[in-house]
T-cell receptor, first 114, second 111 residues
Framework: GDSVTQMEGPVTLSEEAFLTINCTYTATGYPSLFWYVQYPGEGLQLLLKATKADDKGSNKGFEATYRKETTSFHLEKGSVQVSDSAVYFCALSGKLQGAQKLVFGQGTRLTINP | DTAVSQTPKYLVTQMGNDKSIKCEQNLGHDTMYWYKQDSKKFLKIMFSYNNKELIINETVPNRFSPKSPDKAHLNLHINSLELGDSAVYFC??????????FGAGTRLSVL
């Protein structure tokens, strides 16, 4: 079945450091790919998405490129801030019992120190 | 106005009790979901409804019964609560291309 694998956390960085969170996927067909972010005590929010190969999703300084050849969708940010501290989830769209659903990775907790 | 609202935010109860979690959305989306997030943050789909009709039931024990009285509501009733049911439960709705909007979650603690 479809699956998503993210790098193990937690990840701790200093402010203004470069961030990469790796994400690879296994899927039949050509899913859409997503990054969701969960701030403490809140629900998940869509951060960015890409719907086809070579698409780049971007939002709030974060970027991720849909790489079909390596089945990856790594999240990057050039200079992180304390406010970026959260749990980040990579996800793909798939089908279950004929209905659309999201398949999530296990989440990566990111902590940014001032 | 909160787009997807869940009540209660926190729920502490004894083993064996029956409890409900309510979810309401004002986005007009047709599809709604319930997810369970365990203590390690792993997020797993439980149910999905489309226009009040159950379309996904992901091998959840039948102690869990979702109910959708109308398109804007998807409630989750849990009978005979067990320790392993302790988790954060999220309601979500779906827009096109599988973009989902999540509620803030209900933290359930079974003692």
């Amino acid at each position: 079945g479809d699956s998503v694998t993210q790098m193990e956390g937690p990840v701790t960085l200093s402010e203004e450091a470069f961030l990469t969170i790796n994400c690879t996927y296994t899927a039949t067909g050509y899913p859409s790919l997503f990054w969701y972010v969960q701030y403490p005590g809140e629900g998940l929010q869509l951060l960015l998405k890409a719907t086809k190969a070579d698409d780049k999703g971007s939002n709030k300084g974060f970027e991720a490129t849909y790489r079909k050849e390596t089945t990856s969708f790594h999240l990057e940010k050039g200079s992180v801030q304390v406010s970026d501290s959260a749990v980040y989830f990579c996800a793909l769209s798939g089908k279950l019992q004929g209905a659309q659903k999201l398949v999530f990775g296990q989440g990566t907790r990111l902590t940014i120190n001032p | 106005d909160t787009a997807v609202s869940q009540t209660p935010k926190y729920l502490v109860t004894q083993m064996g009790n029956d409890k409900s979690i309510k979810c309401e959305q004002n986005l007009g989306h047709d599809t709604m979901y319930w997810y369970k997030q365990d203590s390690k943050k792993f997020l797993k789909i439980m149910f999905s409804y489309n226009n009040k009709e159950l379309i996904i039931n992901e091998t959840v024990p039948n102690r869990f019964s979702p109910k959708s009285p109308d398109k804007a509501h998807l409630n989750l009733h849990i009978n005979s609560l067990e320790l392993g049911d302790s988790a954060v439960y999220f309601c979500a709705t779906r827009l096109a291309k599988n973009i989902q909007y999540f509620g803030a979650g209900t933290r359930l603690s079974v003692l």
